[in-house]
């Protein structure tokens, strides 16, 4: 396995009741007694990165347990629905230059983990099968979650240090089962969700405004955290990549709340994993649109940026048909950026325009943007290649409000670092929006470090979301 680095150790399990046990790791030693029910656990001092194999011994009166070839390095929780359950192996299948990465990846520095207990009503204290990890190589790396291989081939590359990805994603699954149940409150959409949960009313949470449709137990508040991540949470890590939002936003479900959701996400797993600064960097949904709802879900989810130690990677540029695009290359590599440039210290771009404010003159909007210090430009980006400044070509997808709130196409040209976005058809504009579309097609907004702009609404407000949207 991967322990994180320069992090306090901890080391856990269960012994007949007064037992006496002995950890010992690279010359550490730690001698702790099992409690009235049986429980244990030891700390043991941070240590440094290390690639080479190191013996976890614990020690009974009567029984040794040796865990063979620990290496010591950067630890992440990788989790959300099947988009990052998304394995290298289906990737292959439809991207061709995929099947080379799986043949260079005798990558021993580099370990999975896959988690995939079922829902339970309370949180957990063990795992009740065998947490296996398993080493990169050609003959398994297709089984991988290839988001999470991505990005941790690309920072095992940057940082030379092991990387380890703890993999608790289920596919089909919103966002509420992840979220620890104690995360549930302060606001209204949350409490009630929890109440209902708790009531195993399935109907009632699809039928509450900003609620979802829930299947079944997979679906409820906090029952996925409970069995998949509660039982580790003693198990240091540097963050988490977390990718989700399909099942918020698809047929019956309405993404109305789900920036609060995100947010208790972020909060709870904090909280629940004592790691009250610990990054979390998502994935916005790809322009690969499958229902009514992706487009104010995107919007919700740039709304939930503004928690600190947290970032957004884009993909609204990413080519793909339907809701499994299987570009999971660039989504891997726009994460790790946002890991490298914030945690590790890279100087490195880790952002598209994300939109900061705008001013009103007379006919016309001026939109200013964070992460343009490089200038901005109009792009196009073709399959896994890198984006291609087009200077000649028009922005698309610009589209311009008056106070009524209605959306007229408009034309947007690049100034500077600034936006300038009018339309004949509006006169006195209150507002600007980007790609709210199901599915739109060319985003060519970047800045010149290649990154694409967010969709956005300069008036959140005036989005006005109707759950009865025909898919």
């Known amino acids: 396995m991967v322990m994180q680095r320069d992090a306090p150790i901890t ?18 030693t730690a001698a702790t007694t099992a409690d009235q029910d049986g429980a244990w656990s030891v700390k043991l001092k941070p240590m440094p990165a290390s690639a080479e194999g190191i013996v976890l011994t614990v020690k009974s009166h009567e029984q040794t347990l040796l865990v063979h070839d620990v290496v010591v390095g950067e630890v992440w929780h990788a989790s959300g629905q099947s988009n990052m359950a998304m394995n290298v192996g289906a990737m292959a299948a439809e991207l061709e230059p995929v099947k080379a990465d799986i043949a260079a990846a005798d990558l021993p520095a580099i370990r999975f983990c896959r988690i995939q207990e079922g829902p339970n009503r309370e949180p957990q204290r063990d795992l009740p099968g065998k947490a296996t990890w398993t080493v990169c190589t050609p003959a398994t790396v297709s089984g991988f979650s290839g988001v999470g291989f991505y990005f941790a081939r690309q920072l095992q590359r940057e940082l030379g240090v092991p990387v380890g990805i703890i993999d608790s994603s289920r596919g089909g699954t919103p966002i509420e089962p992840f979220i620890p149940t104690a995360a549930f409150t302060g606001q209204p959409t949350l409490v009630r969700e929890l109440e209902l949960g708790e009531q195993e009313d399935l109907e009632g949470i699809w039928k509450l405004p900003g609620g979802v449709y829930a299947r079944d137990a997979n679906w409820l508040p906090g029952r996925l955290f409970n069995s998949r991540m509660a039982p580790i949470a003693r198990f240091a890590v540097r963050g988490a990549i977390w990718y989700q939002g399909e099942s918020n936003s698809g047929v019956q479900e ?8 995100m947010r208790a996400l972020v909060q709870g797993w904090r909280a629940a994993l004592d790691n009250p600064t610990m990054p979390v960097y998502f994935v916005q949904l790809p322009g690969s649109g499958a229902g009514a709802g992706w487009p104010y879900l995107r919007e919700q989810q740039r709304l939930a940026t503004d928690l600190p130690s947290t970032g957004m990677a884009v993909t609204i540029d990413l080519d793909g048909p339907g809701i499994h695009p299987a570009n999971k290359v660039d989504v891997g590599q726009r994460l790790a950026r946002w890991a490298l440039a914030k945690d590790y210290g890279k100087q490195i771009a880790c952002s598209g325009p994300l939109f900061a404010s705008q001013q009103i003159n007379s006919d016309k909007i001026v939109l200013r943007f964070r992460h343009a210090e490089s200038g901005l430009m109009a792009a196009a980006k073709e399959g896994l290649a890198e984006p291609e400044e087009t200077p000649d070509a028009e922005l698309a997808h610009f589209e311009i409000s008056d106070k009524t709130g209605h959306w007229r196409p408009a034309v947007a040209k690049i100034e500077g670092e600034t936006v300038v976005v009018s339309s004949e058809e509006v006169a006195s504009p209150v507002a600007v929006r980007y790609a709210y579309a199901v599915t739109p097609e060319n985003c060519n907004l970047y800045n010149r470090d290649g990154l694409p702009a967010s969709p956005f609404c300069s008036r959140p407000d005036l989005l006005i979301y109707d759950p009865h949207l025909p898919e």
């Open 254 to 261: 309405d993404p109305r709340d789900y920036q609060h959701k």
């Open 11 to 28: 080391v856990w399990g269960w012994a007949d009741r007064g037992e006496k046990l002995t950890v010992e790791l690279a010359g550490q």
